[in-house]
C-alpha cells in the first residue's frame, strides 16, 4: 500500500456550504491558486449543478489550475454530471465526485429509494461520469451510518463500474476515531476489488473529532485521502481541517509513516485568505493557525524556548509559514513593486484600471500604515475586480463624531447603482451611527446576527480592522467583510458588502438538502 497520502480540498464546495460562506468567482479564483501554491492533491471547486455562479467559478479555476486535479461535485444523476464534465472541460487534469446516500434513515426517508435502487443509480452515475473523465470519485454519503454489508456491495460494484476513488463520509459528525477506522478497515475487507480504488475519508465535525476520525481512517482503516477545508470551515461545527490533519501527518511521521505532498509553508497564508474571504475569523487559540499557535505567554516556557526551542516547541512557526508574513512594501514602493507583489500573490486585476485604482488605495494606505504586510494587500483588493464592479453598493466616503457624554453621529456617502447617496444618523455608537445612516436609505430589513472585528496583522495599533457583518434576510444567511486601518469606515465597507451579497440572485443548490 502506497505510504502517500492524497490531500483533497473542499473548502471552495463543502467550506463553501457554511451559512454565509458563499464566494464570488474572483474570490474562489484566488483561493484556487493559493490551494495550488499549497500544493494540494485534488481541489473541489464546487458543485456546478448548484448555480450558474458555481458552474462558471468552477470553470474558470479548471482553467488557470494546471498542478493540482480540479473537482466537481455532482449527484448521481445524469445532468449533474453532465453539467460538471462541461464546466470541468478546460482542466488539465480533471475528477467528478459524484455520490448517493447509503445509510438507511437517509435512502428511506430523503431519498425514498430502496437499497437496490441506490445501487443502480450509483453504478449508472459512475458509468456516465466515465464519458468526462477517467477520473471518477464515488461518495456514499452519510456512509459511516450505513450497513456494513450493503456499503460493501454498492462500493464493489462502483469500483467495478470504474470509479477509481471511493470515499465514507462521516456525514453527521457521529464518529468515534477507533469505531471509524475500524469501519473503514472492515470495509475494505469485506469489497472483493478493494484493491483497484484509492480510499478515501471525508469527516465533519460536529464532535470535534474530525481530524481524530480521518487520521484514525488513514493509520488503522488504510485510507489514503483525506478531504478536508482550510481552517475546518464548513456547515455546522465544519470539515476536518487541512492544516491540523497535515501537520499530525508531518510531525508525528515516527507513528503514522505516511507522507504528504504539502508546502507547509503556504499554510498560513492560506488559513489568512480564506478568513479574509469567507469572514470566518480564526479563533486565537485554533491549532496551527490561530494567533496564540506558537505564542508561549508563560515564563517558565519562555525560557525553555528561548534555551531549545523543542523544550516546548513539537514544530516552528516557520514551518507553516508564520515567516510568510513579512513586510513586502511601504510608502516608496512603486506601481512595478506592487504588480509584481499582485502577480505573486495570484491576485489578477483584469484591466490596467484596476490596477491603478489599487494602487492609489494602496498609497492611501502607505500614508496611514509604514508597513504593508500581504494580508493588507489581499484586504485592499478584496471586493475588486470585475465581479465587484457589477456590484449595486459601493463605499465612497464617511465623517463621524464621537465624544463621550454626546450621542455618536455619522455621515455616510455611498454609490447605488451609480448614483452617489448621502445619508447621516445618530447611534449607540459610530458604528451603530453608520448602520443606521446605510439603514435610513435601503431600508433592507435585513437582520445583523454577527459583528466582529480584527486585526488584519497582529501587534500594532497601525493594523487595518476586518470587519465581518453577518446578515439575514429571508433565510438567506450572508457575511460581508470589510478592511481599513479605521473601523468605522470597515464597518461601512463590510455592511455595504453584505447588502450587495443578497442583492445578488445567486441562489444555490445545495446538494445534500
Ligand atoms: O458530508 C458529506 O457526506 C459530503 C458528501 C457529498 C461527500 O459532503
Ligand atoms: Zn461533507
Same mark, same amino acid.
Given at each position: ?243 491540523? &490533519?497535515?501537520? $499530525?501527518?508531518? @510531525? ?6 505516511? =507522507? !504528504? /505532498?504539502?508546502?507547509?509553508?503556504? %499554510? #498560513? ?35 525553555? &524556548?528561548?534555551? $531549545?526551542?523543542? @523544550? ?6 516557520? =514551518? !507553516? /509559514?508564520?515567516?510568510?508574513?513579512? %513586510? #513586502? ?185
Amino acid at each position: 500500500m502506497s505510504d502517500r497520502v492524497i490531500i483533497f480540498d473542499t473548502t471552495l464546495r463543502d467550506g463553501e456550504q457554511s451559512p454565509g460562506a458563499s464566494m464570488t468567482r474572483e474570490e474562489k479564483i484566488r483561493i484556487a491558486k493559493q490551494l495550488e501554491k499549497l500544493k494540494v492533491d485534488v481541489i473541489e471547486a464546487g458543485f456546478a449543478a448548484a448555480s450558474n455562479g458555481d458552474f462558471e467559478a468552477i470553470k474558470s479555476i479548471a482553467s488557470v489550475i494546471k498542478d493540482s486535479t480540479v473537482c466537481s461535485l455532482a449527484r448521481a444523476n445524469d445532468k449533474d454530471i453532465s453539467r460538471a464534465g462541461v464546466a470541468l472541460a478546460p482542466a488539465e487534469r480533471r475528477r467528478i465526485h459524484t455520490f448517493i446516500a447509503t445509510s438507511p434513515l437517509h435512502m428511506e426517508v430523503k431519498l425514498r429509494m430502496t437499497p437496490d435502487q441506490v445501487l443502480e443509480q450509483a453504478v449508472k452515475a459512475v458509468k456516465f461520469a466515465l464519458q468526462y473523465t477517467d477520473d471518477v470519485e464515488f461518495s456514499a454519503e452519510d456512509g459511516y451510518r450505513s450497513e456494513l454489508p450493503f456499503l460493501a456491495r454498492v462500493c464493489e460494484a462502483v469500483i467495478k463500474a470504474g470509479a477509481r476513488t471511493i470515499n465514507i463520509p462521516d456525514t453527521v459528525g457521529y464518529a468515534v476515531p477507533s469505531l471509524y477506522g475500524d469501519y473503514i478497515r472492515q470495509l475494505r475487507e469485506m469489497t472483493p476489488n478493494s484493491d483497484k480504488a484509492v480510499w478515501s475519508v471525508h469527516c465533519h465535525n460536529d464532535l470535534g473529532m474530525a481530524v481524530a476520525n480521518s487520521l484514525a481512517g488513514v493509520s488503522i482503516g488504510g485510507a489514503r485521502q483525506i478531504e478536508c477545508t482550510i481552517n475546518g470551515l464548513g456547515e455546522r461545527a465544519g470539515n476536518c481541517s487541512l492544516e491540523e &490533519v497535515v501537520m $499530525a501527518i508531518k @510531525t508525528r511521521r515516527d507513528f503514522f509513516d505516511l =507522507d !504528504v /505532498g504539502i508546502d507547509t509553508q503556504q %499554510i #498560513v497564508p492560506a488559513s489568512r485568505l480564506v478568513s479574509n474571504i469567507s469572514g470566518f475569523v480564526v479563533q486565537p487559540n485554533k491549532a496551527i493557525v490561530g494567533a496564540n499557535a506558537f505564542a508561549h505567554a508563560s515564563g517558565i516556557h519562555q525560557d525553555g &524556548v528561548l534555551k $531549545a526551542r523543542q @523544550t516546548y516547541e513539537i514544530m516552528t512557526a516557520e =514551518d !507553516v /509559514g508564520w515567516a510568510a508574513n513579512k %513586510i #513586502v512594501l511601504g510608502k516608496l514602493s512603486g506601481r512595478n513593486a506592487f504588480k509584481q507583489r499582485l502577480e505573486a500573490l495570484g491576485i489578477e486585476l483584469e484591466t490596467e484600471q484596476a490596477i491603478n485604482d489599487a494602487f492609489q488605495r494602496f498609497k492611501d494606505l502607505a500614508d496611514r500604515k509604514s508597513e504593508i504586510f500581504d494580508e493588507d494587500i489581499h484586504a485592499l483588493v478584496s471586493g475588486e475586480g470585475a465581479d465587484a464592479a457589477k456590484e449595486q453598493f459601493h463605499f465612497v466616503s464617511l465623517s463621524q463624531r464621537s465624544e463621550t457624554g454626546e450621542k455618536p453621529s455619522a455621515k455616510v456617502v455611498f454609490a447605488s447603482n451609480g448614483s452617489e447617496i448621502t445619508s447621516e444618523s445618530e447611534g449607540n455608537g459610530p458604528v451603530d451611527a453608520t448602520v443606521k445612516a446605510i439603514e435610513a436609505k435601503v431600508s433592507s430589513g435585513a437582520e445583523l446576527l454577527l459583528f466582529s472585528v480584527n486585526g488584519i496583522t497582529s501587534g500594532t495599533t497601525e493594523s487595518q480592522g476586518e470587519v465581518t457583518m453577518r446578515l439575514q434576510k429571508g433565510g438567506r444567511i450572508v457575511n460581508g467583510v470589510g478592511a481599513d486601518p479605521d473601523i468605522v469606515v470597515a464597518s461601512a465597507k463590510a455592511y455595504l458588502s453584505a447588502l450587495n451579497k443578497l442583492a445578488s440572485k445567486n441562489e444555490k443548490l445545495n446538494p445534500q438538502v
